[in-house]
């Protein structure tokens, strides 16, 4: 199926918000994930699904100072 992921078209067999975390092995720890411009709780990757047209948005925490 067809998403956008961080503004790019991306072809994608993940069914879950959890299973593209995986696919693009990402660490947890370091991201937030917004789906259709809502902010995904990390207790519900798992349950929150994917469909086609779907835009993500991830972003990764960097430290600094």
């Known amino acids: 199926m067809q998403i956008k992921v961080n503004g790019e078209h991306y072809e994608s067999h993940a069914v879950s918000v959890a299973e593209l975390t995986r696919h693009l092995r990402l660490n947890l720890g370091q ?35």
């Open 31 to 65: 991201i937030a994930i917004e789906r259709n411009r809502e902010i995904v709780p990390r207790s519900r990757y798992a349950e929150v699904m994917l469909v086609a047209g779907d835009e993500i948005e991830i972003v990764r925490f960097i430290g600094g100072g």
